[in-house]
């Protein structure tokens, strides 16, 4: 990989963590608690509680990615970025753009089932 490429996968990784953040925020404060009060009647409740545990769900998601692109911006300018942790090989420049996290490339992936 060039220094060209590289630098392009490090801006992506900063526009990615600076999504994810804003994400975070979002889903933390759609899963806030939800007071007993709040809702018409036991379906409403309900309703906005499936809703909320997405969300929860949601916001675990968007915490485990912008740890893996924090690891991912770190380990960027190290010789090991971009090679899969199975087979060794470079992992595509199109796909660390389009998910600069990968650690694996799209073939260890799929006979992983990762």
């Given at each position: 990989?060039?220094?060209?490429?590289?630098?392009?996968?490090?801006?992506?990784i900063?526009?990615?963590?600076?999504?994810?953040?804003r994400?975070?925020?979002e889903?933390?404060?759609?899963?806030?608690?939800?007071?007993?009060?709040?809702?018409?009647?036991?379906?409403?409740?309900?309703?906005?509680?499936?809703?909320?545990?997405?969300?929860?769900?949601?916001?675990d998601?968007?915490?485990?990615?912008?740890?893996?692109?924090?690891?991912?911006?770190?380990?960027?300018?190290?010789?090991?970025?971009?090679?899969?942790?199975?087979?060794?090989?470079?992992?595509?420049f199109?796909?660390?753009?389009?998910?600069?996290?990968?650690s694996?490339?799209?073939?260890?992936k799929?006979?992983?089932g990762?």
């Amino acid at each position: 990989m060039n220094h060209t490429q590289r630098q392009k996968i490090k801006d992506k990784i900063t526009q990615d963590i600076e999504f994810v953040k804003r994400e975070i925020i979002e889903l933390k404060e759609k899963s806030k608690p939800i007071a007993p009060d709040c809702s018409i009647g036991r379906l409403t409740r309900q309703e906005m509680i499936q809703e909320q545990q997405i969300y929860m769900h949601a916001l675990d998601g968007a915490n485990i990615r912008l740890t893996k692109l924090t690891y991912a911006f770190t380990k960027i300018d190290k010789d090991n970025y971009g090679i899969c942790m199975e087979c060794e090989e470079d992992i595509l420049f199109e796909r660390l753009i389009l998910v600069p996290e990968s650690s694996h490339c799209v073939s260890c992936k799929q006979e992983l089932g990762l």
